[in-house]
């Protein structure tokens, strides 16, 4: 707490990068599948990689019913998001050897509303060391953190794994 606090007040958009990743590190330690945590904590927790929450769309708001982002099955027990995500804080950076995008996304059959809503996870680089079907589609302008790359997110096909355990709304 005491580093995290100095690095805050020494540069609050630079401090943004680890504060997401801890709370991608949470989310996956409370409900991430054993698999799951295995393979992405370590690397998260060492600082190889970041993390990132991946919530808003340009439609939507903060009203998370309407959120519009697709995940496909694609039949390997995988899914495929497809849309758009905006104000995603550290979302493409060099600084790291990957990052891990945690999306909300809607499956086919879901639902309308919150209730229909998934949380996926999609790294930036696939373990096989290929760039996922993801992008950059813009910075966005935040008055105050200029170190921060916050981005507009596009999500082309990406590979990416379902939440292993519901996450309560």
Known sequence: MAVAELVTAGD??????????????????????????????????????????CLTEPQAGSDLSQVRTKAEPDGTGGYRITGQKIYITWGEHDL?????????????DAPPGTKGISLFAAPKLLPDGTRNAL???????????????????????????????????
């Open 12 to 53: 609050m958009s630079f401090s943004l990068c680890p504060l997401l990743s801890i709370g991608a590190i949470e989310a996956i330690a409370r409900f991430a599948s054993p698999a799951q945590q295995e393979a992405w904590l370590p690397k998260l927790v060492s600082g190889e990689w970041t993390g990132t929450m």
């Open 135 to 169: 992008r950059c589609g813009g910075l966005e302008k935040k008055m105050g953190i200029h170190a921060s790359p916050t981005c507009v997110m596009l999500f082309e096909g990406a590979e990416a794994q379902r939440w292993a355990r519901p996450i309560a709304a």
């Open 96 to 108: 790291t050897d990957n990052t891990l995008h945690l999306v909300l996304a809607r499956l086919p």
